[in-house]
């Protein structure tokens, strides 16, 4: 599955199959062999994408900006110390990651910070990603429309009403667009998680796609299968080769077996869901015969007998006339003796 294919094939009127971009981010601390890890290790989970974090620390962050995470986890309290710890890969490394992208059959994602950065990733991927933290930077969102490709935006710690002007933005261009709900803090608490708020943005903005971008911890991933019941197509989560590493997004990332765990777990689920039509299914068809009711006669009824309401009841299996004929029924005679207990059938009256 392509994301671009997304915006083509969203039904909203049935839960579609997820697209899942394992967020790696700068999971990789630098180090391209283990970025390349990253990537083979989410192909491997069944990620259809994984996406990095392209930045610069200066022109992300003034020098004293204080942290915004669970400083318990992360003990880096200074926004430009930590960015300033992961900015190491450019346009030449990414172009390095998007080739291995390409060599392992997983698209190549990175949500950029900045101008440059979105000018050089421009060749390298077929969407954009724009952050919660970027929702009301309008000269920036400017920017990323005119690359004429769809979009995917966070709305974390955002009002309906700075949604709605993003949106419209947007939509000025015409750039396909995709809204994440999101929860802006590291990690989510499950009681924050608010997965309700998806319902709200599908029905406010239904002209475009839903999803989610996860920071909860991944326990058994019910959080990402409840999202996708409840509307989002693109998910998104924070990936990691080892959770049990210390700070940044590791503490609260999935990793390849949950991935597997995830995506087993949704083959079950839209096995129960199965049809999006309401019918009867080849199974049903010996109940539809043998649950259902027949007219049946409470007494024996001779032949040129004129049948009344008194005569008749309704019992299993549903062999005769069905019960909605009964007013069809009272007042016909019987052609032949029809005996006590016997369900009626259309050749017995005249």
Not at 246 to 274: Q, S, W
Not at 310 to 318: A, C, L, S
């Given at each position: 599955?392509?994301?671009?294919?997304?915006?083509?094939?969203?039904?909203?009127?049935?839960?579609?199959?997820?697209?899942?971009?394992?967020?790696?981010?700068?999971?990789?601390?630098?180090?391209?062999?283990?970025?390349?890890?990253?990537?083979?290790?989410?192909?491997?989970?069944?990620?259809?994408?994984?996406?990095?974090?392209?930045?610069?620390?200066?022109?992300?962050?003034?020098?004293?900006?204080?942290?915004?995470?669970?400083?318990?986890?992360?003990?880096?309290?200074?926004?430009?110390?930590?960015?300033?710890?992961?900015?190491?890969?450019?346009?030449?490394?990414?172009?390095?990651?998007?080739?291995?992208?390409?060599?392992?059959?997983?698209?190549?994602?990175?949500?950029?910070?900045?101008?440059?950065?979105?000018?050089?990733?421009?060749?390298?991927?077929?969407?954009?990603?724009?952050?919660?933290?970027?929702?009301?930077?309008?000269?920036?969102?400017?920017?990323?429309?005119?690359?004429?490709?769809?979009i995917l935006l966070s709305t974390g710690a955002s009002n309906l009403w700075e949604i709605q002007q993003?949106?419209?933005?947007?939509?000025?261009?015409?750039?396909?667009?995709?809204?994440?709900?999101?929860?802006?803090?590291?990690?989510?608490?499950?009681?924050?998680?608010?997965?309700?708020?998806?319902?709200?943005?599908?029905?406010?903005?239904?002209?475009?796609?839903?999803?989610?971008?996860?920071?909860?911890?991944?326990?058994?991933?019910?959080?990402?299968?409840?999202?996708?019941?409840?509307?989002?197509?693109?998910?998104?989560?924070?990936?990691?080769?080892?959770?049990?590493?210390?700070?940044?997004?590791?503490?609260?990332?999935?990793?390849?077996?949950?991935?597997?765990?995830?995506?087993?777990?949704?083959?079950?689920?839209?096995?129960?869901?199965?049809?999006?039509?309401?019918?009867?299914?080849?199974?049903?068809?010996?109940?539809?015969?043998?649950?259902?009711?027949?007219?049946?006669?409470?007494?024996?009824?001779?032949?040129?007998?004129?049948?009344?309401?008194?005569?008749?009841?309704?019992?299993?299996?549903?062999?005769?006339?069905?019960?909605?004929?009964?007013?069809?029924?009272?007042?016909?005679?019987?052609?032949?003796?029809?005996?006590?207990?016997?369900?009626?059938?259309?050749?017995?009256?005249?």
């Amino acid at each position: 599955m392509k994301i671009t294919e997304i915006f083509k094939t969203y039904n909203p009127d049935i839960i579609n199959r997820p697209y899942v971009i394992a967020e790696a981010g700068v999971n990789h601390g630098g180090s391209m062999e283990l970025a390349k890890r990253l990537i083979d290790e989410a192909a491997e989970g069944g990620a259809h994408a994984i996406k990095f974090q392209t930045y610069k620390a200066e022109t992300l962050t003034i020098r004293d900006s204080p942290s915004y995470w669970d400083t318990d986890q992360e003990k880096v309290k200074n926004q430009f110390e930590l960015f300033k710890m992961y900015d190491k890969f450019w346009k030449k490394e990414y172009e390095e990651l998007k080739i291995e992208c390409d060599k392992t059959g997983i698209e190549f994602l990175s949500t950029p910070f900045d101008i440059l950065s979105s000018d050089f990733l421009n060749d390298l991927m077929p969407v954009y990603k724009i952050s919660s933290s970027d929702i009301t930077n309008f000269p920036f969102i400017k920017h990323i429309c005119g690359f004429g490709k769809p979009i995917l935006l966070s709305t974390g710690a955002s009002n309906l009403w700075e949604i709605q002007q993003a949106v419209e933005l947007i939509g000025h261009y015409k750039n396909p667009l995709a809204l994440l709900q999101c929860i802006l803090n590291y990690p989510t608490l499950y009681e924050n998680a608010n997965l309700g708020m998806i319902l709200d943005q599908k029905k406010k903005f239904p002209e475009t796609i839903p999803g989610y971008s996860d920071h909860t911890l991944p326990g058994n991933m019910d959080v990402l299968k409840t999202a996708t019941l409840l509307g989002a197509v693109i998910l998104e989560k924070h990936f990691t080769y080892d959770k049990s590493l210390p700070g940044n997004d590791h503490y609260h990332a999935m990793d390849k077996e949950d991935l597997k765990y995830f995506f087993k777990d949704m083959d079950k689920i839209f096995e129960i869901i199965g049809d999006f039509k309401k019918k009867p299914i080849e199974s049903e068809a010996k109940s539809i015969l043998n649950a259902r009711r027949s007219l049946v006669a409470k007494r024996k009824i001779s032949a040129g007998e004129k049948i009344s309401p008194e005569d008749i009841t309704w019992k299993r299996p549903g062999l005769g006339i069905s019960p909605k004929f009964l007013d069809d029924v009272i007042g016909r005679k019987a052609l032949t003796d029809i005996e006590e207990d016997t369900a009626l059938k259309w050749n017995m009256l005249n």
